[in-house]
Every structure is written in structure tokens, then in C-alpha cells.
């Protein structure tokens, strides 16, 4: 941390002066901006935007209220944590997912599983609605709803071999595990890389863009020129497949 930041927490943290609060916030207001931007995929089209963005500022003010600079941890960092962590709590208290919904989205992960046995390959869309006899729209509407499904402590858990907890940010995930522990995520990561792999090829660069290159939804929007919402479909039809594979598959073992 740089000296004149340092002075910066030292004074605000003594003063309490809400000038310095303010400079502070306004600071790290972009981490709010990112990190809404990057969750709101997990939430259902009901829910607003500026939900999650009223929830990650509470989340900023209470990092900033509990930072400590002599711990020796960057603020960025802890501050991070506490946002994302504030966001997805609203999600989870606000944008739960009805049994409705939750029934057809069983309907929807045995079409695909279906589909996939007799294609040979993982279905479209279209196919998956067809199967289901229902139109594309009302398709897109229930995966549109089931954001807070995939939601868990990462990103989206989808259950491995054994019963672990997997998460599709394990892909590029480095843990710093022991030998033992990372050859098994490893393992596990290259069960994911695979299903990924089996994806439709913009469901593929869906994933890619959010998980690897870190992209929002408008930015991915503006890649494949289409809006947040059909971005937000597409990533969560995405984890519907990838889910399905993986629990109807078993990860190679490492060579």
C-alpha cells in the first residue's frame, strides 16, 4: 500500500470524517460497477440491476469499516470479497427459484440427456425446446429464471466424480494445494474443459468470455451482438449442458 493511501485509511479510520469516506468509496466504486455486472448473470430476470448494485455499495461500506492496513492484505482484494459476497446474499434472499420452475428444469436436464444419447452430440436450443414440446420462448423464459440455481459459493457447483463439488471457475482456478489435492483437481478441471468442449459454439464462447476473459454481460453482448438477456439465457442453458454431462459422464483419469 502506498504511503499517501496509507495516511488516507490512518486519518479515516481515526477522524471518522465522512469526506474521507466518501474519497474512499468513490475509490473503489468501480469494484461495485464490475462485480454487479458479472453477478447479475446468476439472478433471474426479475430481479434489477441496481438491486445488486445497492447491495455491492453495503458491501463496499462494510469492508471499508472492518479494512485493517496492518494486516497486510491489499484493500482491493478484501474489499472483493465483501462485495461479491453482499451481492450474492441478495440474490439469494430476494431471487429465489419457484418449484414450478424448478420441475421444469428436471424436464429440461432429461431432454438434454435424451437429445444427446440418440445426436450423439450436445442438442441446440431449438431441439431441447422441440423435445419438450414448448416454443424457443418459453425455453428461454425458464432458463432465464434459473440463474439462482446455479448460484454457490464460487460461480455454478456442479457435483464430480465422488460426490465433490466442482465449480466451472476450477478451470482456471490455481489453489496452491498440495500435490495429492491438485491432481485431483486437475482431473476434475479437465472433465469440465472436456464438457465445455461438447458445447454449441456460442454457448462455448459465452463460457469462455465470462470465466476466462472475465467479461460482463454487456460485453459479451456487444461481441456476439446480441442483448444482456439473451447472454444471460445462453450462459445459464450453457451450465443446464455442462451440468448434464458431468453427472452423466466420469472424468479420465490423469495419465
Known sequence: MEADEKKLWELYHKTKRRELLEKIVEKYLYLVHYLAGKLNIFSSS??????????GVMGLLDAIEKFDPEKGVEFQTFATIRVRGSIIDEIRRTDWVPRSVRQKSKHIDAAIHSLF???????????VAEELDISLDEYYHITDNLGPMFLASLDSAIKGDGGQDLFVS???????EGVE???????????IIKAIGQLPEREKLVISLYYYEELTLK?????????ESRVSQMHSSALMK????????????IL
Open 46 to 55: 426479475s430481479m434489477e440491476k441496481d438491486d445488486l448494485y445497492s447491495a
Open 219 to 227: 460485453e459479451i453482448g456487444m461481441v456476439l451482438d446480441v442483448t
Open 242 to 253: 455442462l451440468r448434464n454431462l458431468l453427472e452423466h459422464s466420469r472424468p479420465e483419469p
Open 117 to 127: 444419447n440418440r445426436l450423439g452430440r450436445m442438442p441446440s436450443d431449438s431441439q
Open 170 to 176: 476450477d478451470i482456471v482456478e490455481d489453489t496452491g
Open 181 to 191: 489435492a491438485e491432481m485431483q483437481r486437475h482431473n476434475l478441471r479437465r472433465g
